[in-house]
C-alpha cells in the first residue's frame, strides 16, 4: 500500500508541475519575444514556427502537456471506482481533451502570430475549438456529479468556477475590444491548466489516498 501511495503520489505531482511548466511558458515566452503584448495577443503566438520566443515557450509547452496527459489519465484510473459515473465520464473527456491539445497544437501550430490563412492555420483554429467544447462539456458533467451519490463536492466546486472562467474567455475572445482580448484568451486557458493541478493536488491529498 506503502508503494502504491508513492506512485500515486508521483504521478499526481505532474498536475501542479503542468501548471507551472505552462506559466513558465507564458512568462518566459513573453519575455524572450520582443514586443509581445499579453493583453492583446494570444499564448499561441508564442509557439508560433515564426516566433522568436519559440526555443524556450515550445519545450516548457510540450512539458506542460505531457504531464497533463500523465494526471488526469492517472486520475481516470485512479478514480475509476470512487466517483459516480458523470464525474468520472467528465474526467475522462477532460482527460481526451488534454490530448487533443496536445497532438492537436504540436502538429498545427501556428505558422506566425495573429490569425493567418492556410491549412495549417485553419487546423489550429479546429483543434482549439475541439479544446474549448470538450473542455465546457466535461466541467459541466464534473459539476453536475458532484451533487449525486459518491460525488466528489470539492472537484464538482472547482471546475464550476472552471467552467465560469472558461465561458467568460470563450465569450470574450468573439466580444472583447482588441485591447485586451489577450487577457480574456486567458481567462479560459488557465481554467484548464489550473483545474488540471486541482485534479492532482486534489488525488494527492484526499481521503483516496489510503
Not at 505552462?22 to 509581445?36: E, K, M, T
Not at 502537456?65 to 468520472?88: D, E, H, M, P, R
Request: with cysteine; glycine share 8%.
Amino acid at each position: 500500500m506503502g508503494k502504491n501511495l508513492m506512485i500515486n503520489n508521483i504521478m499526481f505531482i505532474s498536475g501542479p508541475l503542468a501548471f507551472t511548466f505552462y506559466v513558465l511558458h507564458d512568462v518566459l515566452g513573453s519575455l524572450n519575444y520582443p514586443g509581445y503584448n499579453a493583453m492583446t495577443q494570444a499564448v499561441s503566438d508564442l509557439t508560433a514556427a515564426n516566433a522568436p520566443s519559440i526555443w524556450i515557450a515550445q519545450p516548457l509547452s510540450i512539458g506542460y502537456g505531457l504531464f497533463s496527459i500523465i494526471c488526469t489519465i492517472q486520475a481516470c484510473f485512479y478514480l475509476y471506482s470512487k466517483l459516480n459515473k458523470v464525474q468520472w465520464t467528465g474526467l475522462l473527456i477532460f482527460a481526451l481533451m488534454n490530448i487533443i491539445s496536445f497532438y492537436g497544437y504540436t502538429l498545427f501550430p501556428l505558422s506566425e502570430a495573429g490569425t493567418p490563412a492556410g491549412f495549417q492555420n485553419t487546423m489550429h483554429i479546429v483543434v482549439t475549438i475541439l479544446v474549448v467544447v470538450s473542455s465546457i462539456v466535461s466541467l459541466l458533467l464534473v459539476s453536475f456529479g458532484s451533487y449525486k451519490k459518491m460525488g466528489d463536492k470539492a472537484l464538482g466546486m472547482v471546475s464550476l468556477l472552471a467552467f465560469i472562467l472558461m465561458l467568460v474567455g470563450a465569450i470574450g475572445t468573439n466580444v472583447a475590444p482588441a485591447s485586451i482580448f489577450g487577457i480574456v484568451e486567458r481567462f479560459s486557458i488557465y481554467a484548464a491548466v489550473g483545474f488540471t493541478c486541482f485534479i492532482g493536488i486534489r488525488c494527492m491529498a484526499s481521503k483516496w489516498v489510503v
